[in-house]
């Protein structure tokens, strides 16, 4: 299998700049593991299909592998509390700019 590399949208890449120096190192240490085991995250289900989930310790990194392309591409990351009702939020909003 190729190594595949890593994109972030803009969304992710802000609230990962917002994370206190100790979560950014966890996150890191996360994404930098995917380009050679790009399906460990978990398959989210229902409305969620088609994305995958991460899970360093209370964080989660959802994204999506595109094996055609060898892109892994970071749609969101956030704590588990609330990062799946924020992930449908946003993709509610890109569809509705659609």
């Not at 950014?24 to 050679?36: T, Y």
């Not at 085991?37 to 969620?48: A, C, H, I, R, S």
């Not at 899970?55 to 990351?77: A, G, M």
């Amino acid at each position: 299998m190729s190594s595949f590399k890593i994109r972030f949208t803009p969304e992710s890449a802000k609230t990962i700049r917002k994370f206190h120096p100790d979560i950014k190192k966890l996150i890191r240490q996360a994404i930098d593991g995917l380009p050679h085991n790009p399906f460990k995250g978990d398959e989210l289900q229902g409305e969620l299909s088609g994305f995958r989930s991460l899970k360093p310790r209370r964080y989660r990194i959802i994204y999506k592998v595109d094996e055609e392309n060898s892109w892994i591409e970071i749609y969101h990351v956030g704590h588990r509390r609330d990062i799946y009702e924020n992930f449908r939020r946003f993709l509610t909003q890109i569809s509705n700019k659609s």
